[in-house]
T-cell receptor, first 114, second 114 residues
Framework: AQKVTQAQTEISVVEKEDVTLDCVYE???????LFWYKQPPSGELVFLIR??????QNEISGRYSWNFQKSTSSFNFTITASQVVDSAVYFC???????????FGAGTRLFVKA | NAGVTQTPKFRVLKTGQSMTLLCAQD?????MYWYRQDPGMGLRLIHY???????AKGEVPDGYNVSRLKKQNFLLGLESAAPSQTSVYFC?????????????FGPGTRLTVT
């Protein structure tokens, strides 16, 4: 069975703090893709990053970085020097190439206080 | 490009009433999805379509029907609304599984069933 677990329901930080959002996944497939999406207060989900199962290189994009570790089935997301605009719900998701469906985690709500 | 649009944005129904939610995309995407978002449960797939004229059940299909008569449109119908269908509904589309792509989401429809 496929599953995505985001154990942190809500996180609250003060602006400029670093914060890591955890994502643990389960799949029996060897080929799969992992995603992070952001849902700001406006409601619309926005794609942040995609990573395939054969590429364990970490990625950095500005203040955002992602740590993919197959050994622990984790795909964690770190925001450095958080800003109020980072306040949103963040979803981790799993897609396996043998199917058509993306499995989403329950989401982590991040509050960044000024 | 408008991307993915959803109509209506808000709706209040009484138990037993019916309605149709319309999703339209102008990106020539093959795949389209309907999700519902409930607090603490992330996004759950209701139905999806891998091409014009095709539909398939997702994780929570009961009480919903869909149609994809035109490639750009994906309709979600509630034949007899129930309070348990109070939720925020999101439509999404993506190009296809070849070269796995991210999903593009609509702005959501907030449905309340009283």
């Amino acid at each position: 069975a496929q599953k995505v677990t985001q154990a942190q329901t809500e996180i609250s930080v003060v602006e400029k703090e670093d914060v890591t959002l955890d994502c643990v996944y389960e799949t029996r497939d060897t080929t799969y893709y992992l995603f992070w999406y952001k849902q700001p207060p406006s409601g619309e989900l926005v794609f942040l990053i995609r990573r395939n199962s054969f590429d364990e290189q970490n990625e950095i994009s500005g203040r955002y970085s992602w740590n993919f570790q197959k050994s622990t089935s984790s795909f964690n997301f770190t925001i450095t020097a958080s800003q109020v605009v980072d306040s949103a719900v963040y979803f981790c998701a799993l897609f396996n190439t043998g199917g058509f469906k993306t499995i989403f985690g329950a989401g982590t709500r991040l509050f960044v206080k000024a | 490009n408008a991307g993915v649009t959803q109509t209506p944005k808000f709706r209040v129904l009484k138990t037993g009433q019916s309605m149709t939610l319309l999703c339209a995309q102008d990106m020539n995407h093959e795949y389209m999805y309907w999700y519902r978002q409930d607090p603490g449960m992330g996004l759950r797939l209701i139905h999806y379509s891998v091409g014009e004229g095709t539909t398939a059940k997702g994780e929570v299909p009961d009480g919903y029907n869909v149609s994809r008569l035109k490639k750009q449109n994906f309709l979600l119908g509630l034949e007899s609304a129930a309070p348990s269908q109070t939720s925020v509904y999101f439509c999404a589309s993506k190009r296809g599984t070849v070269g796995v792509d991210e999903q593009y989401f609509g702005p959501g429809t907030r449905l309340t069933v009283t």
